[in-house]
Nanobody
Framework: VQLQASGGGLVQAGGSLRLSCAASGRTFSSYVMGWFRQAPGKEREFVAAITRSGGSTYYADSVKGRFTISRDNARNTVYLQMNSLKPEDTAVYFC?????????????????WGQGTLVTVSS
């Protein structure tokens, strides 16, 4: 599957952005989908994940209550709604797909990755 992330940009602290990740192929609903981010000089870290049906979601503590992951299997798209953004949310955001049935937060266990979209939050 090929993934294309979009929706990044420059936003002031307290603002909102919605990221999208469009997937190619007919088997989108068979993948657990995740969002990760990587800030300059730091390792890539887990942000959020959603099960195949969209029935369950998981978040890093740093974004819980501010970010919402969702998916539309009919449109082969996963979203990340980001509210109350902080300067420390500045990073390149990546979407990823995992073919296993379990939600994982480890980057190495995801099979496919999008190219990343830059989110910059100014103070």
């Amino acid at each position: 599957v090929q993934l294309q992330a979009s929706g990044g940009g420059l936003v002031q602290a307290g603002g909102s952005l919605r990221l999208s990740c469009a997937a190619s192929g007919r088997t989108f609903s068979s993948y657990v989908m995740g969002w990760f981010r990587q800030a300059p000089g730091k390792e890539r870290e887990f942000v959020a994940a959603i099960t195949r049906s969209g029935g369950s979601t998981y978040y890093a503590d740093s974004v819980k209550g501010r970010f919402t992951i969702s998916r539309d299997n009919a449109r082969n798209t996963v979203y990340l709604q980001m509210n109350s953004l902080k300067p420390e949310d500045t990073a390149v955001y990546f979407c990823a797909a995992d073919s296993s049935p379990f939600v994982v937060t480890t980057t190495t266990l995801y099979d496919y990755w999008g190219q990343g979209t830059l989110v910059t939050v100014s103070s």
